[in-house]
T-cell receptor
Framework: AQTVTQSQPEMSVQEAETVTLSCTYD???????LFWYKQPPSRQMILVIR??????QNATENRFSVNFQKAAKSFSLKISDSQLGDAAMYFC?????????????FGKGTKLSVKP | DARVTQTPRHKVTEMGQEVTMRCQPI?????VFWYRQTMMQGLELLAY????????DSGMPKDRFSAEMPDATLATLKIQPSEPRDSAVYFC???????????????FGPGTRLLVL
């Protein structure tokens, strides 16, 4: 069974600084998707970024980028120029590429605080 | 701006009562997921539907939970009878199923926060 591990329950960053959130996963599949979701205090789950395992290039969305290391099964999220609005829970998630098993498998989350 | 909607946003009920949560997926999405979030277990899949048919409900306690899609614009999750341990945030997510079966990206609703006293 696939598992997703986020080893940092909490992280803190100074406004305008850069922070990296860690995520590792375990799978025997060769093709899959990885996601980072953000959950602010409103509880809404917001997609931050997505990575296809077959793509070697790391995904980037504005101030958010990932470091995808397929061999190491590592998928970290880097937030540059941190803003107060980035404060939230961040969840790393995995999904198989094909087949009928389309659900996401989530890590336990990392709570990010942003200091002014 | 297409989004998943869920009602109610908050629900407080007493143990033993029936609870019904509703979800309206994004128009055109053919796959709907129900997740539950608790402090102890994190986010867990309860059930999901493709083209209104249940594909997987193995994460759902069958004796008290039921999930249905009466039509393409409505998914329901029902708990009867409810218990205090059901207190959680219940998320609905929708997506477009690909030919090979999986869903590219899931878009989440705002969740229903349930408290069973």
């Amino acid at each position: 069974a696939q598992t997703v591990t986020q080893s940092q329950p909490e992280m803190s960053v100074q406004e305008a600084e850069t922070v990296t959130l860690s995520c590792t996963y375990d799978t025997s599949e060769s093709d899959y998707y990885l996601f980072w979701y953000k959950q602010p205090p409103s509880r809404q789950m917001i997609l931050v970024i997505r990575q296809e395992a077959y793509k070697q290039q790391n995904a980037t969305e504005n101030r958010f980028s990932v470091n995808f290391q397929k061999a190491a099964k590592s998928f970290s999220l880097k937030i540059s120029d941190s803003q107060l609005g980035d404060a939230a829970m961040y969840f790393c998630a995995y999904r198989r590429y094909g087949g009928s098993q389309g659900n996401l498998i989530f890590g336990k989350g990392t709570k990010l605080s942003v200091k002014p | 701006d297409a989004r998943v909607t869920q009602t109610p946003r908050h629900k407080v009920t007493e143990m033993g009562q029936e609870v019904t949560m509703r979800c309206q997926p994004i128009l055109g999405h053919n796959t709907v997921f129900w997740y539950r979030q608790t402090m102890m277990q994190g986010l867990e899949l309860l059930a999901y539907f493709r083209n209104r048919a249940p594909l997987d409900d193995s994460g759902m306690p069958k004796d008290r939970f039921s999930a249905e899609m009466p039509d393409a614009t409505l998914a329901t999750l029902k708990i009867q009878p409810s218990e205090p341990r059901d207190s959680a945030v219940y998320f609905c997510a929708s997506g477009l199923g690909l030919l090979q079966g999986a869903v590219e990206t899931q878009y989440f609703g705002p969740g229903t926060r349930l408290l069973v006293l």
